[in-house]
């Protein structure tokens, strides 16, 4: 029997020298998964929350107060921590990238 549930492809995109990608919106996300590029050389994956779209984004931190991070690799992927899908907007933050990245995230609703 087939999902009901919706999922849903984004790409976020980090620009080249830069470290902080576009943001996702989390309203509807019960799930996702962070779809790492094959070209991708960072290691470290922070995220970063918001309230609104186009506020201040301030780093996430679990229970215990650290921050919410992934050790990452290119071509493999990652479940998003569920202390950043409680987040209405999300920016993925890792490492400066010499060229532009495009990170797949699929969330499920």
Do not use: W
């Not at 943001?23 to 779809?35: P, Q």
Request: hydrophobic residues 40%.
């Amino acid at each position: 029997m087939e999902s009901t549930r919706k999922t849903q492809t984004h790409t976020l995109t980090i620009a080249a020298s830069g470290t902080t990608s576009d943001a996702l919106s989390c309203k509807e996300a019960c799930g996702a998964i962070i779809i790492m590029p094959s070209a991708s050389t960072g290691t470290n994956l922070a995220f970063h929350v918001c309230d609104t779209i186009s506020g201040t984004y301030v780093a996430a931190y679990n229970s215990s107060n650290a921050a919410v991070t992934r050790t990452v690799a290119a071509s493999r992927a990652y479940a998003m921590p569920d202390e950043v899908l409680s987040a209405a907007y999300v920016k993925l933050v890792m490492d400066a990238q010499a060229a532009a990245r495009s990170i797949k995230v699929t969330t499920k609703s």
